[in-house]
């Protein structure tokens, strides 16, 4: 089925340890996005690509790096994990920048525990 | 700014009763506004959108109705099934900010038999 495909859908990292995130989109969208979820805040943004070749940082981006490789793919990564960013971790597309009206087409997330 | 408030869950109902989760939101601009709904163990999936004040949404029995007087966005169905039993988003995306949509905290529904 067409949408967004992420990976891995969980993992355990050292503190301190690196990782990178991968998400991959087929619906040939121009825009993606990396949120975080947290119990009792909701989603907030962390990066996102309004277009092939730009990335520009959302809400909470401190400690996170991301690429736009291509089109279709945008990964996260961490280069130096914290016990804070244990997290559920969404990549989303939507059809067009700057996302308004069209709404976005969810991963089904990375559950990553930091120890 | 831009913001999101939704009612604190978690709510719990019988199946076949009626349910509300209430959304209210501050924007700079004029928004867009969608309800997500996630269930357990998979990402969000758009339930349904509203992109002009007294535009209704409507989905599987579930609709919400866009209100500029009041700022708000409640989500509403006539008659629940346990299968509902999920988090509720609702969400705005405002066109003057670019690309960010703005989350509320989500509400845990519970349908029990």
């Known amino acids: 089925n067409a949408g967004v495909t992420q990976t891995p859908k969980f993992q355990v990292l050292k503190t301190g340890q690196s990782m990178t995130l991968q998400c991959a989109q087929d619906m040939n969208h121009n825009s993606m996005y990396w949120y975080r979820q947290d119990p009792g805040m909701g989603l907030r943004l962390i990066y996102y690509s309004a277009s092939e070749g730009t990335t520009d940082k959302g809400e909470v981006p401190n400690g996170y790096n991301v690429s736009r490789l291509n089109k279709r793919e945008f990964s996260l990564r961490l280069e130096s994990a914290a016990p804070s960013q244990t997290s559920v971790y969404f990549c989303?597309?939507?059809?067009?920048?700057?996302?308004?009206?069209?709404?976005?087409?969810f991963g089904s997330g990375t559950r990553l525990t930091v120890v | 700014g831009n913001s999101v408030t939704q009612m604190e869950g978690p709510v719990t109902l019988s199946e076949e009763a009626f349910l509300t989760i209430n959304c209210t939101y501050t924007a700079t601009g004029y928004p867009s506004l969608f309800w997500y709904v996630q269930y357990p163990g998979e990402g969000l999936q758009l339930l349904l959108k509203a992109t002009k004040a007294d535009d209704k949404g409507s989905n599987k029995g579930f609709e919400a109705t866009y209100r500029k007087e009041t700022t708000s966005f409640h989500l509403e169905k006539g008659s629940v099934q346990v299968s509902d039993s999920a988090v509720y988003f609702c969400?705005?995306?405002?066109?003057?900010?670019?690309?960010?949509?703005?989350f509320g905290t989500g509400t845990s529904l519970t349908v029990i038999p």
């Open positions: 989303a597309s939507s059809e067009a920048s700057p996302g308004a009206n069209y709404g976005y087409t």
């Open positions: 969400a705005l995306s405002d066109p003057n900010t670019g690309n960010q949509f703005y």
